[in-house]
């Protein structure tokens, strides 16, 4: 550690402030002390200190007031506490109000030594983590959740209903509905909003790596930890941690989450000590988790601890009435990612949404966003029209309206089978109705009752 690592000690005991810059100017850290918060406060500006170490009971403000100070001036900077009275509950109710650890007086100058290095480790990650955040949330500040429809009215009424709170969400879903974006929004309407927004893979997570993963390690703790990890529960401290694909953790890990879950306390690998993490947890999955639990494979006391408030993303072929305006915010979105570069449409030709509507998205609108991006760039400045969106389309599911790859029930999809021969016929006797009849093998007089009954129209040559 070198003299640029600077470090502010707060205390109303001259002699304790004294021995432990003693100790840590001759370990190479360079050291500035204060008697009180407001000291402390009037003297943290200037001595540009990286960690804070601050007694918790003291006259005039004591540490958790100070932390709070610092956090509403906008510093990030790691406060640790150190007490010569504490208790379990000073530490938790120091932890939560947001220190990055607890120590206890007489403090061991080697265990201060180490948790300043980790400390400072710590800072320099989430100021990392906070830029890579910033630069992705500009990139991203058009994910809004769009359409006018009543399905999706209910979603942001939900959200903004469970985002003031600290209540755990589980998000359901098709792949492609957009449950990371209901995590994003829930984050960014908390009052969480300025700390980490951690996102996890749960079916990416060997599960001998899971406590190393969620709880971080020590170096040394096990073959090929080579240095410390900070885990995604540290990381997200204050802020939320997202648990997508939850469905897919096997038992052992839901029992070793919902330890964590139930109880708040964690323990590193490789260290002795408990943790307590203080991270609002958002639960996604396209499973259906209460049918997992039935079966026995997914536990039901987690499934219960994760089911606080569920919020359920339909899926695009449920509110089809939104197809328009997100593709106009896709639409509007690419340009802008294009800059002054070539012009791309931002239009539609009048039959396009018809054919748009007419598919059942089984990919829903990550598919759609895919398609209309496709679209955009093989128009060029020309409106997107009917013709293109049908060939791309086509591979897809043959013809648009097909059946969905990840829908089963029977007479849905004999219905969009039907309706979609119907087009195709249509089309190719440039909708003559005489001839697409003989070209289904039905009588021509039954073609008005299909094309009611699939809501097409009925209007153009009868012959």
């Not at 540490?63 to 790691?78: F, K, N, Q, Y």
């Not at 958002?282 to 039901?300: K, M, P």
């Amino acid at each position: 550690m070198t003299a640029r690592t600077r470090i502010l000690i707060v205390d109303d005991e001259r002699y304790v402030r004294d021995s432990l810059a003693e100790v840590l100017a001759s370990e190479g850290y360079a050291c500035t002390t204060a008697d009180s918060m407001a000291e402390a406060l009037e003297s943290f500006g200037p001595s540009g200190a990286q960690v804070v170490v601050t007694d918790l009971k003291m006259p005039g403000g004591d540490g958790i007031e100070l932390l709070a100070a610092l956090r509403r001036a906008g510093s990030t900077v790691p406060v640790v506490m150190m007490t010569g009275v504490g208790t379990i509950r000073d530490a938790i109710a120091a932890i939560r109000a947001g220190a990055y650890d607890f120590l206890q007086k007489p403090v061991d100058s080697e265990q201060l030594s180490i948790v300043l290095r980790r400390a400072v480790e710590h800072e320099e990650l989430v100021t990392e983590v906070r830029s890579l955040r910033d630069h992705a949330r500009s990139a991203s500040a058009h994910r809004e959740i769009v359409g006018s429809s009543a399905a999706m009215a209910r979603v942001r009424e939900l959200i903004e209903q469970v985002a003031a709170t600290d209540a755990t969400v589980l998000v359901t879903g098709e792949s492609g509905t957009g449950k990371e974006l209901v995590a994003e929004h829930i984050h960014r309407r908390s009052p969480r909003a300025s700390r980490p927004l951690v996102r996890v893979n749960c079916a990416a997570i060997p599960a001998t790596l899971f406590e190393s993963e969620f709880f971080g390690h020590r170096r040394g703790a096990f073959s090929g930890a080579v240095g410390d990890r900070v885990g995604r529960f540290a990381e997200a401290g204050g802020g939320t941690l997202v648990l997508d694909e939850i469905g897919t953790l096997p038992p052992e890990m839901q029992a070793k989450l919902l330890r964590v879950l139930e109880n708040g306390e964690y323990q590193v690998v490789g260290e002795s000590r408990t943790r307590v993490a203080d991270a609002r947890i958002l639960a996604l999955t396209n499973e259906v988790i209460a049918e997992r639990v039935q079966r026995g494979e997914f536990r039901a006391d987690l499934y219960y601890r994760l089911n606080v408030f569920p919020i359920a993303m339909p899926p695009l072929r449920s509110h089809k009435e939104d197809i328009g305006e997100i593709v106009a915010v896709v639409l509007r979105h690419i340009q802008g990612r294009r800059g002054s570069g070539a012009k791309l449409t931002e239009r539609l030709d009048t039959d396009a949404l018809d054919v748009l509507t007419s598919y059942d998205w089984p990919g829903n609108v990550r598919e759609l966003r895919n398609v209309i991006e496709r679209a955009a760039i093989v128009a060029g400045s020309r409106p997107i029209d009917a013709g293109l969106l049908r060939a791309l389309l086509e591979p897809a599911l043959s013809v648009p309206g097909g059946p969905s790859l990840d829908d089963c029930h029977l007479r849905r999809n004999l219905d969009a089978l039907e309706k979609q021969l119907i087009q195709r016929a249509l089309e190719r006797c440039e909708n003559r109705k005489k001839d697409a009849s003989a070209l289904l093998g039905i009588d021509a007089r039954n073609l008005g009752y299909y094309l009611r009954k699939h809501g097409l129209s009925d209007s153009g040559p009868k012959g």
